[in-house]
């Protein structure tokens, strides 16, 4: 299994960036995808999530309102739309896929992992 994020880089505050994630060796369609950060010096923690139908979807209070997530399943790729970026957010975010369809959006519950992608928000 494979997890490929991509879509970081360098923005100002206030900008906007798309991360992807690309899975392969799985099928995604079960499963719900989490995005995690972590920033130096910080614990890795939960951003955001969706279920595998994309029916139900999870936000941490800092970023509701400012991130989206979604997913293709065809593609069985899982995106998160950030906008409004803060320096705040600047950190690593990872994908990962969860250990069911469904799940809170803790490291525990997922089980494949992504090697991340930097976001950094300058201000």
């Known amino acids: 299994v494979q997890l490929q994020a991509s879509g970081g880089g360098l923005v100002q505050a206030g900008g906007s960036l798309r991360l992807s994630c690309a899975a392969s060796g799985i099928d995604l369609d079960y499963y719900a995808i989490g995005w995690f950060r972590q920033a130096p010096g910080k614990e890795r923690e939960g951003v955001s999530c969706?279920?595998?139908?994309?029916?139900?979807?999870y936000y941490r209070d800092s970023v509701r309102g400012r991130f989206t997530i979604s997913r293709d399943n065809a593609k069985n790729t899982v995106y998160l739309q950030m906008n409004n970026l803060t320096p705040e957010d600047t950190a690593i975010y990872y994908c990962?896929?969860?250990?069911?369809?469904?799940?809170?959006?803790?490291?525990?519950?997922?089980?494949?992992w992504g090697r991340g992608t930097q976001v950094t928000v300058s201000s």
């Open positions: 990962a896929v969860a250990l069911g369809s469904t799940g809170p959006v803790v490291p525990s519950g997922y089980r494949y």
């Open positions: 969706v279920s595998s139908t994309g029916g139900d979807s």
